[in-house]
């Protein structure tokens, strides 16, 4: 969705407000020291690339290789939250910065915030035609009018995880048992600010990518409401909330999906699944995820930095980028499914993956976050 001069501004001045100060708190940014890697000592770099990522896309065995071929380095800078990568970028750190991998609604956000350097489709025609038909290009979440701010990475879907040893998949096929007094103290509620939200949201008949009026927020309060008072536990840590749900001290997680899944999956857990529930009242209850990864308009115009954009989608680079140590996640590369083994595929429940995308919103931010946010705070305070 385009947005305009007077919504955007409003949105960085918000951003900036609120995650500007959340990263210098430590909550929203990974400490800012840069790390280069790969160079042998001595060395004369032909040129350097400044990244800003996700853990994960800076391990070794994808940045080094590229950085050899190309007699170059990578600096890397972690964000740990996209909303406050964002806006660190938007104030004023775009000039630094060659590349991002963030979520993907923030890689088309930096088109109306003026420091995305756009993509030509034609000039990235051999990449999209390893994607799947899905991603084809124009790729609409990643478009600005009409201009492609990037491309797709990594993706999966939010619905409810369930532990098939305490419970059914069937009984999960809405977001019911999160109000249901026999799963009282058995729920766990991510604190990942706002994917918690969103299901509970379409599971209120509440579209949160929509604007919202007060009446369809006093809708939110609600639904928010009755889910603390039904909820064994809030947790924002990962490992924690799946420890619980190994061990049957939570029946399902709410917010996380195959986030939290897949690497659970591929330790032999398979008895861990994700899924999407069925549509409620014609509105779609699952929430399809994505990162994506972004050039920056900051003057230099790199040719390299367009290579590593093509590199980083490559096959081979996707198979790495989807099995990582803290977590497993589907690409949108097709010919890196033949690269996976049956039981990575497996882990990635990659027999289920088009059920869920033909029954799931594609997230965005949404109009009413910051509305929805201080909900969730105000409702878990008095919790």
Request: net charge negative.
């Amino acid at each position: 969705m385009k947005k305009g001069t007077v919504e955007m501004n409003k949105l960085l001045n918000d951003l900036n407000r609120r995650s500007v100060l959340k990263g210098m708190g430590g909550m929203g940014l990974a400490a800012a020291g840069a790390s280069f890697l790969g160079m042998p000592r001595g060395a004369q770099a032909a040129e350097s690339l400044n990244y800003m990522c996700w853990e994960g896309y800076n391990a070794p065995s994808i940045l080094e290789p590229f950085q050899a071929a190309n007699n170059a380095t990578i600096s890397i800078d972690l964000i740990t939250d996209s909303a406050g990568g964002f806006a660190k970028l938007a104030a004023g750190a775009s000039r630094d910065f060659d590349l991002v991998s963030s979520d993907s609604p923030w890689i088309q956000r930096m088109g109306p915030a003026g420091f995305c350097r756009f993509i030509d489709d034609a000039d990235f025609a051999e990449q999209y035609a390893d994607f799947y038909p899905q991603f084809a290009a124009p790729f609409e979440p990643l478009q600005f009018e009409g201009k492609a701010t990037g491309l797709p990475t990594r993706w999966g879907w939010v619905g409810p995880t369930v532990n098939t040893k305490f419970d059914t998949l069937e009984a999960w096929s809405s977001y019911a048992p999160v109000f249901d007094s026999a799963y009282k103290d058995k729920i766990c509620l991510l604190d990942w600010g706002d994917w918690p939200i969103m299901p509970l949201a379409l599971y209120a008949g509440v579209n949160p990518y929509e604007e919202l009026d007060e009446a369809a927020l006093g809708e939110v309060r609600k639904v928010l409401r009755a889910a603390f008072k039904n909820t064994r536990a809030i947790v924002g840590d990962l490992a924690i909330a799946q420890k619980g749900l190994l061990d049957g001290s939570f029946r399902a997680l709410i917010g996380g999906g195959t986030y939290c899944t897949s690497s659970l999956r591929l330790k032999g857990h398979d008895y861990i699944q994700s899924i999407v529930p069925e549509p409620k009242d014609g509105l779609k209850q699952g929430i399809i995820w994505m990162e994506a990864t972004g050039l920056v308009d900051n003057g230099k115009n790199s040719a390299i930095a367009a290579d590593f954009l093509k590199y980083i989608v490559s096959p081979e680079v996707a198979k790495q980028l989807a099995i990582t140590e803290a977590t497993c996640n589907l690409v949108p590369n097709s010919k890196a499914e033949a690269l996976f083994s049956e039981e990575e595929k497996k882990a990635l429940q990659m027999d289920y993956m088009w059920t869920a995308w033909e029954n799931s919103q594609f997230h965005t931010v949404a109009p009413n976050i910051d509305d929805m946010l201080a909900i969730w705070q105000e409702e878990l305070a008095a919790r």
